[in-house]
């Protein structure tokens, strides 16, 4: 897609030295628990938050955060609200905050969560026919400041270029990506992440067979022949954590 067909995508992940980008574990399940809720990493989300049109998660990723959190700058780092407000809105002159959008497939979302009642943030919910059945089902119409769209004529599966062509036409310039691996694979394997951007965290987390735990892209796997290659922009360091950007290698 070119790029006055679509915003610029940049992903946003927390890694441990393994790879892991979520211990699955309830209550834990969070990026706060690799990250080992490290104040740069934070203030670093923060910032990509106060940036973006919109910020792009999966319905995992909406059901493992905590039912208080907003996709907002203030939200993970309220110790720069202020900053983050002037940044946006008189060096960026984006007004307001960031859209939130949720993309569903099955239309399977817990309503009660507070991003759907905040006040002053608009809710994008994108899915499919069923999706969208099994939400009206679920009282979505009452929500004032959301809306659904239907992107697919397919109960199973929504195209990150359907998705990204919607938003563009919807005003989004720059969509940051906070997954989960599932979508944000889907995302890498069309070939419409721009950069990304991966605090390493100092330490190991494992996995088994048993309790496998997700990597920054799930469902997705390449050759080594079509496997994409990035370029470094940055690399900066606070104690043991390095904070890593790159952009995507065309």
Same mark, same amino acid.
């Given at each position: 897609?070119?790029?006055?067909?679509?915003?610029?995508? $940049?992903?946003?992940?927390? =890694?441990?030295?393994?790879?892991?980008?979520?211990?699955?574990? !309830?209550?834990?399940?969070?990026?706060?628990? $690799?990250?080992?809720?490290?104040?740069?990493?934070?203030? /670093?989300?923060?910032?990509?938050?106060?940036?973006?049109?919109?910020?792009?998660?999966g319905a995992a990723t909406l059901?493992?955060?905590?039912?208080?959190?907003?996709?907002?700058?203030? &939200?993970?780092?309220? *110790?720069?609200?202020?900053?983050?407000?002037?940044?946006?809105?008189?060096?960026?002159? *984006?007004?307001?905050?960031?859209?939130?959008? /949720?993309?569903?497939? &099955?239309?399977?979302?817990?309503?009660?969560?507070?991003? %759907?009642?905040? !006040?002053?943030?608009?809710?994008?919910?994108?899915?499919?026919?069923?999706?969208?059945?099994?939400?009206?089902?679920?009282?979505?119409? &009452?929500?004032?400041?959301?809306?659904?769209?239907?992107?697919?004529?397919?109960?199973?599966?929504?195209?990150?270029?359907?998705?990204?062509?919607?938003?563009?036409?919807?005003?989004?310039?720059?969509? #940051?990506?906070?997954?989960?691996?599932?979508?944000?694979?889907?995302?890498?394997?069309?070939?419409?992440?721009?950069?990304? %951007?991966?605090?390493?965290?100092?330490?190991?987390?494992?996995? =088994?067979?048993?309790?496998?735990?997700?990597?920054? /892209?799930?469902?997705?796997? %390449?050759?080594?022949?079509?496997?994409?290659?990035?370029?470094?922009?940055?690399? *900066?360091?606070?104690?043991?954590? #390095?904070? #890593?950007?790159? *952009?995507?290698?065309?």
């Amino acid at each position: 897609m070119a790029f006055e067909e679509r915003p610029y995508v $940049i992903g946003n992940f927390v =890694s441990t030295l393994d790879g892991v980008v979520s211990y699955l574990v !309830p209550g834990h399940a969070g990026g706060g628990d $690799i990250s080992g809720h490290n104040e740069a990493d934070r203030f /670093i989300m923060g910032l990509l938050r106060a940036s973006a049109d919109a910020v792009i998660v999966g319905a995992a990723t909406l059901h493992a955060t905590a039912p208080d959190h907003l996709w907002t700058a203030a &939200s993970i780092y309220p *110790k720069a609200a202020e900053p983050y407000r002037v940044y946006r809105r008189e060096v960026l002159g *984006k007004p307001g905050e960031p859209l939130t959008v /949720i993309a569903t497939a &099955s239309g399977v979302l817990d309503l009660r969560h507070a991003i %759907f009642r905040a !006040p002053g943030i608009a809710v994008q919910i994108v899915t499919t026919p069923k999706g969208r059945d099994r939400l009206e089902e679920s009282g979505v119409r &009452s929500l004032t400041g959301t809306e659904v769209a239907v992107l697919s004529e397919s109960d199973s599966t929504i195209a990150p270029s359907a998705m990204l062509r919607f938003l563009r036409e919807r005003g989004v310039r720059l969509l #940051l990506h906070e997954g989960g691996p599932t979508l944000f694979g889907q995302f890498v394997a069309a070939g419409l992440v721009d950069e990304f %951007f991966l605090t390493l965290a100092p330490q190991l987390a494992g996995r =088994s067979a048993e309790r496998p735990r997700p990597a920054m /892209i799930a469902e997705a796997e %390449f050759s080594p022949d079509t496997a994409p290659w990035l370029n470094m922009v940055t690399v *900066k360091q606070s104690g043991s954590h #390095l904070y #890593l950007r790159y *952009k995507r290698s065309d």
